[in-house]
């Protein structure tokens, strides 16, 4: 079964600290996708990467960073972690340029303290 | 992409029908209509698309109307692991990034 893996389920990190989120993708998708969800809302895309070493601002960038140095893998880093950035983070991927073929991974809940 | 509506909650018996209406009638002749939902924390997962013939795959139908600005999906016989956000998404498939863009959805509860 095809599958985007996210590393943690869960995490709890302070204020200020690094935090790095990873996803791996087995699918050799050449999109990769990062969104926040936050209640009221909903999805929204911070990063995507449509290839090795590219990556683009999705729509609320802002105190994130993102790095793909392999097809597989896309992290992304808060670099000063805040409690504004407390939230689930979801990864996805897929192929080309159709929007049928996203796959999400299960999400990490991150919480900043 | 074109925006699109939808109910933010509706109710559905266990073995019925469910049919989820979306809005879109600022569509335009490229844009394509998906459908995907969220179970309770996990990840959105893809259901059904369609341009403007109706489809049907082994989870869902999608009827379209004619004029395209509106369109239904169809849960055949609804069971209570149907329960969840149902996104209708209508977008440009050369638009640039290829990302999604979810909207609130309908949160759809399948009761017994």
């Known amino acids: 079964d095809v599958k985007v893996t996210q590393s943690s389920r869960y995490l709890v990190k302070r204020t200020g600290e690094k935090v790095f989120l990873e996803c791996v993708q087995d699918?050799?998708?050449?999109?990769m996708f990062w969104y926040r969800q936050d209640p009221g809302l909903g999805l929204r895309l911070i990063y995507f990467?449509?290839?090795?070493?590219?990556?683009e601002k999705g729509d609320i960038p802002e105190g994130y960073s993102v790095s793909r140095e392999k097809k597989e893998r896309f992290s992304l880093i808060l670099e000063s972690a805040s409690t504004n950035q407390t939230s689930m983070y979801l990864c996805?991927?897929?192929f080309g340029t159709g929007g049928y073929g996203y796959t999400f991974g299960s999400g990490t809940r991150l919480t900043v303290v | 992409d074109a925006k699109t509506t939808q109910p933010p909650s509706m109710d559905c018996a266990e073995g019925r029908a469910a049919n989820l209406p979306c809005n879109h009638s600022?569509?335009?002749?490229?844009?394509?209509v998906y459908w995907y939902r969220q179970i309770h924390s996990q990840g959105p997962q893809y259901i059904i698309h369609?341009?403007?013939n109706n489809e049907t795959n082994e989870m869902a139908s999608l009827i379209i109307t004619e004029d395209r600005k509106s369109s239904t999906l169809i849960l055949p016989h609804a069971t209570l692991r149907d329960t969840a956000v149902y996104y209708c998404?209508?977008?440009?498939?050369?638009?640039?990034?290829?990302?999604?863009?979810f909207g609130g959805g309908t949160r759809l509860m399948v009761k017994p």
């Open positions: 990467s449509y290839d090795v070493k590219m990556k």
């Open positions: 600022t569509i335009s002749g490229n844009e394509y």
């Open positions: 369609g341009l403007k």
């Open positions: 998404i209508v977008r440009d498939t050369n638009n640039a990034g290829n990302m999604l863009t």
């Open positions: 699918m050799d998708h050449e999109n």
């Open positions: 996805a991927s897929s």
